[in-house]
Antibody
Framework: EVQLVESGGGLVQPGGSLRLSCAASGFTFSSYWMSWVRQAPGKGLEWVANIKQDGSEKYYVDSVKGRFTISRDNAKNSLYLQMNSLRAEDTAVYYC???????????WGQGTLVTVSS | DIQLTQSPSFLSASVGDRVTITCRASQGISSYLAWYQQKPGKAPKLLIYAASTLQSGVPSRFSGSGSGTEFTLTISSLQPEDFATYYCQQLRTFGQGTKVEIK
């Protein structure tokens, strides 16, 4: 059974940093692109970043470029999102999601809440 | 960047109703469109990909159609468990969502 379990969310002050993790199981993690998608309270879905199978390609939404870094450790079946210089508008539930070619985001984690507030 | 506009944003319907949600793309995207269902406090669930292909395990009352710039998600007979918010998606862009509530 495919499982994605996020962790690392919490309350952080503006300008602070946080590192999110996503532990994958039930599939060959190293064979898939992976994404982070977020959802601000009461709002819609926003794609944040994704990373190729071997980590050689990474893409970001403009609003997080230069502040967030996506990475992965295929030996540990884990995906990460390092978030620096956090802003109030980064407050959201962050989901990790698997990309499967024509079946985009076919599996999602349960999400982890990041709250940026003083 | 491609923009996706869903209509309506809010829909009130009864159990057994046929429901249609539209997603319009700002430029042609062939058939590269997916639909998701999200219930409160839960992660989105993939329903349809490639515009009309039903994801494994999704009930057949859900169907998708369209290509180019206009796409539709249809629920042939709304069930109590279908009351949720629905999103269309193409690559890194999501529509704004359509909330389906009980009339």
């Amino acid at each position: 059974e495919v499982q994605l379990v996020e962790s690392g969310g919490g309350l952080v002050q503006p300008g602070g940093s946080l590192r999110l993790s996503c532990a994958a199981s039930g599939f060959t993690f190293s064979s898939y692109w992976m994404s982070w998608v977020r959802q601000a309270p009461g709002k819609g879905l926003e794609w944040v970043a994704n990373i190729k199978q071997d980590g050689s390609e990474k893409y970001y939404v403009d609003s997080v470029k230069g502040r967030f870094t996506i990475s992965r450790d295929n030996a540990k079946n884990s995906l990460y999102l390092q978030m620096n210089s956090l802003r109030a508008e980064d407050t959201a539930v962050y989901y990790c999601a698997r990309e499967d070619g024509p079946r985009p985001f076919d599996y999602w984690g349960q999400g982890t809440l990041v709250t940026v507030s003083s | 960047d491609i923009q996706l506009t869903q209509s309506p944003s809010f829909l009130s319907a009864s159990v057994g109703d046929r429901v249609t949600i539209t997603c319009r793309a700002s430029q042609g995207i062939s058939s590269y469109l997916a639909w998701y269902q999200q219930k409160p406090g839960k992660a989105p669930k993939l329903l349809i990909y490639a515009a009309s292909t039903l994801q494994s395990g999704v009930p057949s009352r859900f169907s998708g159609s369209g290509s180019g710039t206009e796409f539709t998600l249809t629920i042939s007979s709304l069930q109590p468990e279908d009351f949720a918010t629905y999103y269309c998606q193409q690559l890194r862009t999501f529509g704004q969502g359509t909330k389906v509530e009980i009339k």
